[in-house]
């Protein structure tokens, strides 16, 4: 474990790191001097779990969100985004922003709708988790950010997310990292059945279509998250500390409508909202995506994914796969941070 300090944890999320950082990296003030955009700088070695904090968050209202986010980095930074999934939180990417933001990225992680901070404007807006949505809210982000084109990369939903933002809209992705691959699916295909093994990694949407489901969920939600996170990843010996900080997250008011809709949108048992059926329609024809991409995988991802060969022909531009060995499970950010933030600045070169 890292010998750092709260203090100093707190300080690499806030302003008086970000100068530190500026002033370690010649090649930002050189570049900001001649008006142009930062350059990267390398990459730290990254220490698993050392950083436990983003220090305050920020809040902005984007499309019919108040959107809850963490920043890190020079504010003239080339732009990343790191989405997180269900049942995780922003703390996935405690380790992977402060690494990138010292290496001169301006990073952006925010909590997803349900998610921690991060709010309904209105009372009345539907508590809608089809797949479309969460995409279109990452947009608005972007939008009220003011940022044109970062890179984006995620895991579970966040990967979902920005393989659909990749897809839909190109021109708003610079280069795209997804963990599991190619995660667009649309409802038909959700309502297919899968061979036994297959159904029974699913074993909690099943669960979650029933009203037993939801109520189950919304009374044990701490414990069932913890549930899922041993089960994701099976060799991860995570503390009980790293995960309640991301489980604090959870207690959010719209939670469990947004988690029960999402898997019950995914089976066809739930209907989403007709403002987005051009998106889904899109979206069910499984576009290709044409943005430079690495996808990721751990060796022991004990969540549902698909295999590297299935997903290969849906990425059209420059590409590569890894598969990373040691035991590294579905949270592959915080369990593997030093290689996801590396495919970050590497598909950022290409």
């Known amino acids: 474990m890292s010998d750092l300090t709260d203090l100093s944890r707190r300080r690499f999320f806030g302003n008086?790191?970000?100068?530190?950082?500026?002033?370690?990296?010649g090649l930002?003030?050189?570049?900001?001097?001649?008006?142009?955009?930062?350059?990267p700088a390398a990459l730290p070695a990254i220490e698993p779990g050392a950083h436990t904090s983003f220090g305050p968050l920020k809040q902005i209202d984007a499309g019919v969100l108040n959107i809850g986010y963490a920043e890190a980095g020079p504010a003239g930074g080339p732009p990343v985004i790191l989405l997180?999934?269900?049942p995780y939180d922003i703390h996935a990417f405690a380790d992977v922003a402060p690494a990138l933001a010292s290496a001169g990225y301006r990073v952006i992680v925010p909590h997803l709708r349900g998610y921690g901070t991060t709010r309904f404007l209105a009372a009345d807006t539907p508590r809608n988790g089809q797949q479309s949505v969460v995409a279109v809210d990452i947009v608005a982000l972007m939008d009220a950010l003011k940022i044109e084109k970062p890179l984006i990369a995620g895991f579970d939903w966040g990967a979902r997310t920005a393989c659909i933002?990749?897809?839909?809209?190109?021109?708003?992705?610079?280069?795209?990292?997804s963990v599991s691959g190619y995660l667009i699916g649309n409802q038909e295909a959700g309502k297919m059945p899968l061979p036994p093994k297959a159904e029974l990694q699913w074993w909690y949407q099943f669960y979650f279509a029933t009203e037993r489901g939801r109520l189950g969920y919304d009374k044990n939600r701490h414990d069932f998250a913890k549930l899922i996170w041993q089960l994701a990843s099976p060799k991860w010996a995570f503390d009980d500390a790293t995960f309640d900080r991301s489980a604090a997250s959870l207690v959010n008011p719209d939670q469990v409508e947004i988690v029960i809709h999402n898997y019950r949108w995914r089976l066809g048992l739930a209907e989403g909202e007709a403002?987005?059926?051009?998106?889904?329609?899109?979206?069910?024809?499984?576009?290709?995506i044409?943005?430079?991409?690495?996808?990721?995988?751990g060796d022991a991802n004990g969540?549902?994914?698909?295999?590297?060969?299935?997903y290969r022909?849906?990425?059209?531009?420059?590409?590569?796969?890894?598969?990373?060995?040691?035991?590294?499970?579905?949270?592959?950010?915080?369990?593997?941070?030093?290689?996801?933030?590396?495919a970050v600045v590497e598909v950022d070169g290409y």
């Open 303 to 310: 969540a549902p994914h698909p295999e590297p060969a299935a």
């Open 313 to 342: 022909a849906k990425f059209s531009g420059k590409y590569s796969h890894r598969t990373l060995d040691g035991g590294i499970g579905h949270n592959l950010p915080q369990e593997a941070p030093q290689a996801f933030a590396e």
């Open 165 to 177: 933002i990749a897809a839909l809209w190109p021109e708003r992705c610079k280069g795209l990292v």
């Open 275 to 288: 403002k987005y059926d051009a998106l889904e329609a899109r979206l069910a024809k499984a576009p290709v």
């Open 290 to 297: 044409t943005v430079p991409a690495i996808t990721l995988e």
């Open 16 to 25: 008086t790191a970000l100068t530190i950082a500026a002033a370690q990296l």
């Open 84 to 86: 997180h999934g269900w």
């Open 28 to 39: 930002i003030g050189a570049a900001n001097a001649q008006g142009g955009t930062p350059k």
